[in-house]
DNA sequence: TTAAGGACC
């Protein structure tokens, strides 16, 4: 078999890209696979304690203070020609509807409320740039702006830009494959969030502040904004916020963003694989002749909380250097000199804006501290004995299993607590947590009690706890890894970088000067990379390459990458996507890869859902089914003692299905589906994640509701709900047309050996299929704790492999 | 006999 494999792979090799590794890539290629931690042990040497320290080293404050650095042009350009008040103005000739003085909806209460947020808007730190932000985009078509948190310049930077003369929709003729087209360009903002949460809020917060209601609410709206799963505009938006992922999707359809006049890219220090893309292709079009936008030029303006904007600058520039797609490596090497050299300099500038953040003491630890959690309980009750109140406790740990440790000790200590002391309320708060615990750690604390919150790093970006004053941060970060060579994902914990550092500090200056306790020292800190590595050096590339192939990308090597992956990552990202026949042998992407990439699934699961597509509407029905609980969370909850396991093999038994955990997920699928009555009752019952199925359902919506556009399902399909018997057979053969690399065999010891590579693995205790001898089983996803481990595993026949093995183009 | 930081289409 292994050799009939590599065969196969070599039809393929006329890809430029991956001719010289073809030979020597191994060829199995696991889906997702991950690494136990060592477990933390907790009876390690007392910790010392850095509080002790005599003079804790002030950091200053950069308190209301507003400094600019500009590389701009000498003369502004008609600069008061604008006025920024709001435009009632008929903007769209297309547009049939009246001006916003409409008398059927009442919007007066929200003008008077927008007329209360303008004095707080003009105490923010961005506002007095407003002039210059808007004269600087009239010249220049790229802003590069550092603003620190809390400088606004999320809300108000869109804001200035709206009324823009720019920023109206420009008729044009665009000639495409000798057809020309009247079209109209640009008209709308776009500013792009990389997490859904803050999109809405921040899209929320701009509706109010400019008096209009959000969204599809109203007709009238000029604000909206889209996520997956919730897209809320209107005819009139102007202004949307949108996560990264929204506008990659968008650009399949649009590739020249033809809606907008402007993208705003914002939070860009967080390097995101999807910003990164996002970053390439909006260099691509700021630097190219912009046909597709009937010559109409797109304003960009990438905002980053880190001063380092220097590589960003030259990677602008880069584009605008030089149209030629071959270029030398864009990252660090380019000196001051050669900048000056640009042909047009003026083509970008960059604006710096401080914060508004109260000061925050640091204290280090004076000596490495070896067992964090320990040293967090001593600190916790230092602070909570000689502190004043109100000042509540963000502790940074790694994860949920720290979380738990931590929050058993201090429960433990509190009790025996000295009573004239206030109260200790912990909370542990890390994303698997429940929603409603989650949100106890938002509602303030009662009176006489300090809140502590032990949080893993979703409190570093993600959520905003009120009441801080006092973190405490251990250093550290579970960062997921992926690791080219055995194609497999692993979970680390590392060093966090100096601008998460800093971050985490900054959450206790929120409200009022605070602290910050590092369980590490100044030595240590010094030590630490200035960044977070870039998720696109982290993570497997095949989607982010398919995405690329799908706009037209290519020349994989020529693509303007903000950081580079490695060859090896990215020939291995293309081997995949050939293996699962998403691209051409010549490396130009399929019809099958174009189908995949609109489908918001990793390509191997998209593969999977055509193949299902190709075995009829009952088939596809029920790998939906099934995509949508692998593309979530686990949805059955762990079971960690004896007895709950028992339990739940108890309640679970109606929906484990001997041919593996695939069928099992259908089962679960249907059975929830068809509880009308309580679903969370009996989510509960069978020890099912409720929070997890509300996703399943949402993804099988989405999925069911593009198959029907893609007409591989009928609405006669869909509408049926007389429920079939599921064929086993043909579900399990299409997961091979994507997982055929992901097979074992049993082999006479009792053992599973991979089918491609010959590596024993083992079937994963949490899989139905568990301890169980089949001729061959097929999984989608290994692990590698202290052995190798299948997951997500089903029972196959060999020659059903071998099939989908040979049947590759 | 295991165990997942966080986000996203």
Redesign the pocket.
Known sequence: MPEKVRTVFAESDDERILKQTLSSQPTEGPERK?K??KKRKLDEPEASNPADQDEPREIPASAKEVERSVSVPKKWPHAASQTNGPSTTKFHPKSKSKPFTDTKTNFTPLREKAKALLETRRKLPVFENADLIRDLLREQDVMLLVGETGSGKSTQIPQFLVDEFWCRPVPTQITRDGKTEKKMVGGCIAITQ????AAISLARRVAEEMGTPLGSHSPASKVGYS???DTSTSPSTRIKFL????LL?EMLHDPNLTKYSAIVVDEVHER?I?VDLTLGFLRNLVSGKKEGRGGVPLKVVVMSATADMESLTDFFQQGFKRPEPEQKAIEGVEAEADKMDTSSPKDISVCRIKGRQFAVKTIYSPAPVHDFVDAALKIIFQIHQKEPMPGDILVFL????TVEALEHLVNEYAMGMDPSLPKILVLPL???LPQAAQQRVFAPAPPRTRKVVLS???AET?VTVSGVRHVIDCGK????QFRTRLGLDS?LVKPISKSAAIQRKGRAGREAPGQCFRLYTEKDYLALDETNTP?ILRCDLS?ALLNMKARGVDDIVGFPFLTRPPREALEKALLQLLNINALEDDGKISAVGLHIAKL???PTLGRVLLAAGENGPECLLDVIDIISCL?VE?IFL???S?EK?EAAEAARRDLYRREGDHLTMLTTVRVYAAEHADRKAWAERHLVSHRAMQSVMDVRKQLRTQCRQAKLLTNEALNNTSLHDPSPILILQSFLAGFATNTARLVPDGSYRTIVGNQTVAI???SVLYGKKLEAIMYNEF?F???S?ARGVSAVQMDWVGEALAGKD
């Open positions: 991950k136990r931690n990389p997490r859904r949460v996520v997956r799963f996560t990264e992922g929204m999707q995101g999807n790694t994860g949920q299993e890390f994303a698997a893993t790093n979703i993600s970060a579970k960062v997921k979970l998720e989607q918001p699934l990793t593309s686990n762990n079971t960690t004896e396991k994963h205790p949490s692990v704790t202290n052995r481990y």
